[in-house]
């Protein structure tokens, strides 16, 4: 299963468990609520990944300081 449908079932689980009688509502609709965001970094994360050739990582702006370097 990918990310995303995991983490978008998961949410619709909590949503689902916060209206079960004497669940704690708040709680459940938190985790909904965190889990919609973590699908929609799923999401993001893999449209990123398939738009870097593969083997390729990202480069950083600023050079490491080489050995015996004063930070």
Do not use: H
């Not at 983490?7 to 459940?28: G, H, I, P, Y």
């Not at 938190?30 to 870097?52: D, G």
Request: net charge positive; charged share 30%.
């Amino acid at each position: 299963m990918e990310p995303k449908q995991y983490f978008t079932s998961m949410a619709a689980f909590c949503r689902q468990q916060s209206k079960m009688v004497d669940e704690n509502e708040l709680f459940w609709l938190a985790e909904a609520q965190l889990l919609e965001k973590l699908a929609i970094n799923a999401e993001r994360q893999r449209r990123l990944s398939a738009r870097r050739p593969q083997g390729s990582t990202p480069r950083s702006k600023e050079k490491a300081p080489g050995p015996g370097a004063n930070v």
